[in-house]
């Protein structure tokens, strides 16, 4: 095409000041480039291409990190296992009320930025630009390298880093249905192994194989339960926020599913009874199977060597020596399912935050398959970069890692306790109903002012259980409250940049200009119309099928998810 077909049509410029022009130009481009252009063309969007079978794993996978294979071992070994029970049926049920409080708002708004986008949107834009980037930073990567080491010594940390987060990339620049896929079938390996860990576990420790037996109850008797007082309790909790952390992982996904009205809901409820089965039950036997002085439970040679997973001593101890590699390649999907779960939901965070105006622009960008491809290669390079950490040890990154992620996880959750508060006050401010809402969350507002309640008992403990800790050491007070120093760095830039850059006098959004109508399922009034009719539909499909076993297996199902 000549330069005057391409210019015929356009209307004609009016002349322009070469020299303003030049020193205009290199800052409106980064002004686009930062923060956008208010008349950009229409971008592509993400596609919802993920079916509820998808997002139910998703839930799961979500939850079964690879903090539970590895860092619930410190926990006995800190504590006993009475305290580290206890402190994960209290995080259990803190984070069963964030899911809760989270569902309710991403089941109406489904939307890839989730809690980022509703800081932003019922809060005001320095919370949502604080959530999107400290849940970007979170990563569990190292754990990889932690676990690998393990299955094999000889090969480098950052050697295996490549191995496994390269293809977790290829994967992930397909189509957001082979994230879908490829996290099915990683939580479904998960799944199997947790259930077969517990039953195996339970069995030996009650003496029910033979030439093995079991400890009882001798692990929480003679005062073995507990140890160390609040001070070894407290700290516990941050293995606890590290292992739960992903819960909120279904509500990033919401953004890209099928029907989330209907699929969100489903997977909220079954939380709970995947956090009893999946955390409470296995630091259960972990606890019951090994006592809390066995030096298998943390072995941190200097600072070079984290752990042995507790699943693989069971296994050995109940006789089945041979599956120590099994064990060891389920830990490895286990590794797969968090890199993969972690491009997914970084990459996701970094597209809302640019589409938003808080990210550099470049990192809106998506291709014609709905993939974020500069946002996942953004995730790659910090992958790349966290590995190489790992040549000052292991066990120095992965204490500092786990600090960082385990107290990010709980500002995140004490941050959507706050949005939902806020959420519910729009909503009754603006005279919405809430039957509007596909899915509400029971005993409001107990359960988010719990959660901010809670949350900040929590942060009381993990400050006195550092500073009591003897002899006192400045490292280990700064490794609790990192997490803390970057929450408040990135909320007050914002906040200052908000002020004096930005000109913007008005911090918190006014709750009769809180946006509750943008990527909403349905508009006002039609919730319970449309839940009618698709109820209908759904019964006249279910009289059209002859009831056979599937029929019943999957009426059971609806009342367990």
């Given at each position: 095409m000549s330069d005057t077909e391409k210019?015929?049509?356009?209307?004609?410029?009016?002349?322009?000041?070469?020299?303003?022009?030049?020193?205009?130009?290199?800052?409106?481009?980064?002004?686009?480039?930062?923060?956008?252009?208010?008349?950009?063309?229409?971008?592509?969007?993400?596609?919802?291409?993920?079916?509820?079978?998808?997002?139910?794993?998703?839930?799961?996978?979500?939850?079964?990190?690879?903090?539970?294979?590895?860092?619930?071992?410190?926990?006995?070994?800190?504590?006993?296992?009475?305290?580290?029970?206890?402190?994960?049926?209290?995080?259990?049920?803190?984070?069963?009320?964030v899911v809760i409080a989270l569902g309710e708002m991403s089941a109406m708004f489904p939307v890839s930025g989730a809690f980022s986008v509703f800081g932003s949107r019922?809060?005001?834009?320095?919370?949502?630009?604080?959530?999107?980037?400290?849940?970007?930073?979170?990563?569990?990567?190292?754990?990889?390298?932690?676990?690998?080491?393990?299955?094999?010594?000889?090969?480098?940390?950052?050697?295996?880093?490549?191995?496994?987060?390269?293809?977790?990339?290829?994967?992930q620049l397909i189509h957001v249905r082979a994230y879908g896929e490829s996290e099915y079938w990683f939580a479904l390996v998960k799944v199997l192994m947790i259930i077969v860990f517990i039953f195996v576990g339970l069995i030996y420790d009650w003496g029910g194989i033979k030439g093995h037996p079991g400890p009882g109850l001798s692990n929480f008797q003679n005062g073995q339960a507990f140890i160390g007082g609040f001070q070894n309790f407290a700290q516990t909790f941050v293995y606890a926020f590290y292992s739960f952390g992903g819960v909120e992982l279904v509500a990033v996904a919401a953004g890209e599913s099928v029907r989330p009205h209907k699929t969100v809901p489903r997977a909220i409820k079954a939380t709970f009874l995947r956090i009893v089965l999946f955390y409470i039950l296995t630091i259960l036997t972990i606890g019951l199977c090994?006592?809390?002085?066995?030096?298998?439970?943390?072995?941190?040679?200097?600072?070079?060597?984290?752990?042995?997973?507790?699943?693989?001593?069971?296994?050995?101890?109940?006789?089945?020596?041979?599956?120590?590699?099994?064990?060891?390649?389920?830990?490895?999907?286990?590794?797969?399912?968090?890199?993969?779960?972690?491009?997914?939901?970084?990459?996701?965070?970094?597209?809302?935050?640019?589409?938003?105006?808080?990210?550099?622009?470049?990192?809106?960008?998506?291709?014609?398959?709905?993939?974020?491809?500069?946002?996942?290669?953004?995730?790659?390079a910090v992958s790349f970069i966290t590995f190489l950490t790992t040549i000052w040890g292991e066990g120095v990154v992965f204490t500092w890692l786990l600090n960082l992620t385990g107290i990010s996880a709980l500002l995140v959750w004490c941050s959507i306790g706050l949005i939902s508060l806020r959420f519910r006050a729009a909503y009754r401010a603006q005279g919405r109903s809430l039957l509007d809402l596909p899915y509400t969350q029971p005993l409001f507002p107990l359960l988010p002012a719990g959660v901010v309640v809670l949350a900040l008992l929590m942060f009381i403990a993990e400050g006195y259980s550092a500073v009591k800790e003897q002899p006192l050491q400045a490292e280990n007070v700064v490794a609790t409250y990192i997490g803390v120093a970057l929450y408040v760095v990135l909320y007050l830039g914002y906040a200052i940049y908000e002020r004096y850059g930005l000109g913007i006098r008005q911090h918190f959004v006014p709750l009769l200009e809180v946006d509750l109508q943008t990527d909403a399922v349905w508009k006002p009034g039609e919730g319970a119309m449309i839940r009618d009719h698709e109820g209908k539909d759904e019964e006249e499909a279910a009289v059209a099928v002859t009831p056979g076993w599937r029929t019943r297996l999957s009426h059971a199902a609806t009342h367990i998810y």
């Open positions: 210019d015929a049509g356009l209307p004609e410029e009016a002349p322009v000041d070469d020299e303003a022009a030049s020193k205009a130009l290199p800052s409106s481009v980064w002004k686009r480039f930062i923060v956008g252009s208010s008349n950009a063309p229409a971008e592509n969007e993400t596609k919802r291409a993920m079916q509820s079978r998808h997002l139910m794993m998703i839930a799961i996978g979500g939850t079964i990190g690879t903090g539970i294979f590895l860092s619930a071992g410190s926990a006995i070994a800190l504590a006993g296992p009475g305290s580290a029970l206890l402190s994960y049926v209290v995080v259990g049920m803190f984070v069963y009320s019922f809060v005001s834009p320095a919370l949502g630009f604080t959530l999107g980037w400290n849940y970007w930073f979170q990563c569990e990567l190292t754990a990889a390298a932690i676990i690998l080491q393990f299955w094999a010594p000889q090969v480098q940390a950052w050697e295996w880093a490549l191995v496994i987060i390269v293809p977790v990339f290829l994967l090994i006592n809390w002085q066995d030096p298998t439970l943390l072995r941190a040679a200097d600072e070079s060597d984290v752990t042995a997973s507790p699943l693989t001593v069971v296994f050995q101890r109940a006789g089945f020596g041979a599956a120590e590699h099994v064990v060891n390649a389920v830990l490895l999907t286990a590794v797969l399912s968090a890199t993969n779960s972690c491009f997914y939901a970084s990459s996701r965070m970094l597209l809302s935050l640019a589409r938003s105006g808080q990210a550099p622009r470049i990192f809106g960008w998506v291709d014609g398959r709905g993939v974020p491809v500069p946002a996942l290669v953004m995730a790659l």
